[in-house]
């Protein structure tokens, strides 16, 4: 069965320095998005992008953040100074569609830890 | 700021047992969808529910989606200790396509 796989698992980085998380959605999905689970909260949206350009952003997502599919098959979320508050599971998702009926599917997550 | 409240927030009930969870809004919602998530994994989609009044069976698990499209209860009829889990609902709500996700329910059943 096709599954959103995302890389690395877990990532330890130093306050301040440059991370990039790393996502294959599912093949024949168009619309992508990141969201963010830190330890204890809920689930929340950081970004979605379509056609090769964010379609909606959240106000977490500030300038520190930004995303790319850089290829046919990749879709990177990339922080640029993280900060100790940026540790959280970081959760990409893959859509067929958009709006009614979004029906996303989650990769496993990459559990970043900022020190 | 749109909110989905879920309730309740914990349960822990004996196997054999019926429960119901509740999502609910103050807003529309164009769709809603019912996770499952297990500890340090994502949440896995187990239904996504659309038109106002719906009904979805999946086995043991009903979900229904209320009139007005604000509120949701998932149903799971003769619990198993396989069930344990957090579900959470999710709604996309007609403003655009982010899911808006609730606090989710940990759900324990007891052998």
């Known amino acids: 069965e096709p599954e959103v796989t995302q890389t690395p698992s877990h990532q330890v980085t130093q306050m301040g320095q440059e991370v990039i998380l790393r996502c294959v959605p599912i093949?024949?999905?168009?619309?992508f998005y990141w969201y963010r689970q830190i330890l204890g909260q809920k689930v929340e949206f950081l970004v979605s992008f379509y056609n090769n350009e964010i379609s909606e952003k959240s106000e977490i997502f500030d300038d520190q953040f930004s995303v790319e599919r850089p290829d046919g098959s990749n879709f990177t979320l990339k922080i640029r100074s993280t900060k100790l508050e940026d540790s959280a599971m970081y959760f990409c998702?893959?859509?067929?569609?958009?709006?009614?009926?979004?029906?996303?599917?989650f990769g496993q997550g990459t559990r970043l830890t900022v020190v | 700021t749109q909110l989905l409240e879920q309730s309740p927030q914990f349960l822990s009930i004996q196997e054999g047992e019926n429960l119901t969870v509740y999502c609910n809004s103050s807003s529309v919602f164009s769709s809603l969808q019912w996770y499952r998530q297990e500890p340090g994994e994502g949440p896995v989609l187990l239904v996504t529910v659309v038109t106002g009044g719906e009904v979805k069976k999946l086995k043991r698990l009903t979900f229904q989606f209320g009139d007005a499209r604000k509120d949701s209860s998932l149903h799971i009829t003769a619990a198993q200790p396989g069930d344990t889990g957090l579900y959470l609902c999710a709604g996309a709500y007609t403003s655009g396509s982010r899911l808006t996700f609730g606090e989710g329910t940990q759900l324990t059943v007891n052998p």
């Open positions: 998702a893959s859509s067929k569609r958009q709006g009614l009926n979004t029906e996303a599917f």
């Open positions: 093949s024949n999905h168009l619309y």
